[in-house]
């Protein structure tokens, strides 16, 4: 119950329960070698999400700051090498965030109906989780180069996205992939061989070129304006 309102960690520390407990924390820092309770930031400080506004980290893993709400601008620095599953869902006035080139992995549903708009993802980036932007604010995103994967929901209900370059390492666009987009176009790359169902559900695409001995799932451009 102290009213702090910025704090930077020194590294090489670690935490018990509910250090930070009722405090009004909006600028964090956080160095690589932290240790939280339990390895979860709300175990130390449980109400962090109720004030955070800016969050500059260093974890190899970054996670746990699903349903800040108020948190809008994050700074991932060169030691983070993953963006666990969730970990800023929900985060509905994130609108910036800074990817390192030492990022490998995004998790699942990392950043769910966040307000992220624009987004260049490292190409040291290898994995990007199913739902990883769903539902997100998305008008313009850089894919890595080295992906080979589009995976199921990654881009689902992002009304904003209407243009996107897929990398020529893609082979599979998965399952509602795009579903709900607002792509009128769209380039498949010759090595894919597989999209899935609903892959395209009700995109407005006009025009569409398919790469040989390709397959496809069930209603995979279905209400589409091809």
């Known amino acids: ?68 709400t108020k948190l809008e601008k994050v700074t991932l620095l060169e030691s983070v090498i993953s963006i666990g599953s969730s970990a800023f869902s929900s985060s509905t006035s994130l609108t910036a965030i800074e990817l390192p080139d030492s990022l490998t992995s995004i998790g699942g549903s990392a950043f769910y109906r966040s307000a992220i708009r624009s987004l260049d993802i490292p190409d040291s980036v290898t994995s990007i989780g199913g739902s990883a932007f769903r539902e997100s604010s998305l008008v313009s995103v850089k894919l890595p180069s080295n992906l080979s994967s589009i995976a199921s929901g990654l881009f689902q209900g992002v009304s904003g996205l209407t243009e996107i370059t897929l990398p020529d390492t893609v082979t599979t666009i998965g399952a509602q992939a795009f579903y709900g987009t607002g792509l009128t176009s769209i380039s498949i790359p010759d090595a894919v061989t597989t999209i899935g169902d609903y892959a395209f559900y009700n995109v407005p695409i006009t025009s569409l070129t398919f790469p040989d001995n390709i397959s496809f799932g069930r209603q995979a451009f279905t209400s589409t304006g091809i």
Do not use: Y
Request: charged share 10%; aromatic share 8%; hydrophobic share 40%.
């Open 1 to 68: 119950n102290v009213p702090i309102t910025s704090l930077t960690f020194p590294d090489n520390i670690s935490f018990g329960r509910q250090a930070f407990t009722s405090t009004g924390i909006k600028t964090l820092v956080v160095p690589e070698g932290v240790q939280f309770h339990d390895n979860s930031i709300l175990a130390s400080i449980p109400s962090v999400c109720s004030s955070l506004t800016t969050l500059t980290i260093a974890q190899k893993l970054v996670s746990g700051f699903s349903n800040c």
